[in-house]
T-cell receptor, first 116, second 111 residues
Framework: AQTVTQSQPEMSVQEAETVTLSCTYD???????LFWYKQPPSRQMILVIR??????QNATENRFSVNFQKAAKSFSLKISDSQLGDAAMYFC?????????????FGKGTKLTVNP | EAGVTQSPTHLIKTRGQQVTLRCSPI?????VYWYQQALGLGLQFLLW???????NRGNFPPRFSGRQFPNYSSELNVNALELEDSALYLC??????????FGDGTRLSIL
């Protein structure tokens, strides 16, 4: 079974600075998807960024980028120019690319605080 | 375009009661997923429905069940409620292998 580990329960960053959230995962599959979701206090889970395992190029979405290290099974999220609105719980998630297993496996989350 | 909608927003029940939660997917999405987010346990996969059929089930007892209707909306039913069922229940939808998009959730409190 796949597992996702986020080793940082809480992180803080100064506004306008850069922060990196860590995520590691365990799987025996070669093809899969990885995601970062953001959950603000309003509680809706919002997709931040996704990465297909077969793509070597790291995904980027505006101020958000990932460092995907497939051999190390590592998938970290970098937030540049942090803004107060980035404060939220961040969840790393894994999804198999094999048919019949569409569920997301989530890490425990990292609570990000942004200080003005 | 409307996102995933869930109802009700909040629900308070007592032990032993039954509850039904509802989810409407994004228009065009055929898959609906249910997750439980309990305090300290993170998000746990409950059920996956696609084209009206249950495709996969998480490690939850049979008193958690659901269904998907021809319009792709879905219900999650929980029978014989227990204190540990208190959680935020999140519904997500997707089309094929596209990313899942989540609703705001239903907060269920068991007294």
């Amino acid at each position: 079974a796949q597992t996702v580990t986020q080793s940082q329960p809480e992180m803080s960053v100064q506004e306008a600075e850069t922060v990196t959230l860590s995520c590691t995962y365990d799987t025996s599959e070669s093809d899969y998807y990885l995601f970062w979701y953001k959950q603000p206090p309003s509680r809706q889970m919002i997709l931040v960024i996704r990465q297909e395992a077969y793509k070597q190029q790291n995904a980027t979405e505006n101020r958000f980028s990932v460092n995907f290290q497939k051999a190390a099974k590592s998938f970290s999220l970098k937030i540049s120019d942090s803004q107060l609105g980035d404060a939220a719980m961040y969840f790393c998630a894994y999804r198999s690319a094999e048919g019949g297993s569409e569920k997301l496996v989530f890490g425990k989350g990292t609570k990000l605080t942004v200080n003005p | 375009e409307a996102g995933v909608t869930q109802s009700p927003t909040h629900l308070i029940k007592t032990r032993g009661q039954q509850v039904t939660l509802r989810c409407s997917p994004i228009s065009g999405h055929t898959s609906v997923y249910w997750y439980q987010q309990a305090l300290g346990l993170g998000l746990q996969f409950l059920l996956w429905y696609d084209e009206g059929e249950e495709r996969n089930r998480g490690n939850f007892p049979p008193r958690f069940s659901g269904r998907q209707f021809p319009n792709y909306s879905s219900e999650l039913n929980v029978n014989a409620l227990e204190l540990e069922d208190s959680a935020l229940y999140l519904c997500a939808s997707s089309l094929g292998h596209q990313p899942q998009h989540f609703g705001d959730g239903t907060r269920l409190s068991i007294l």
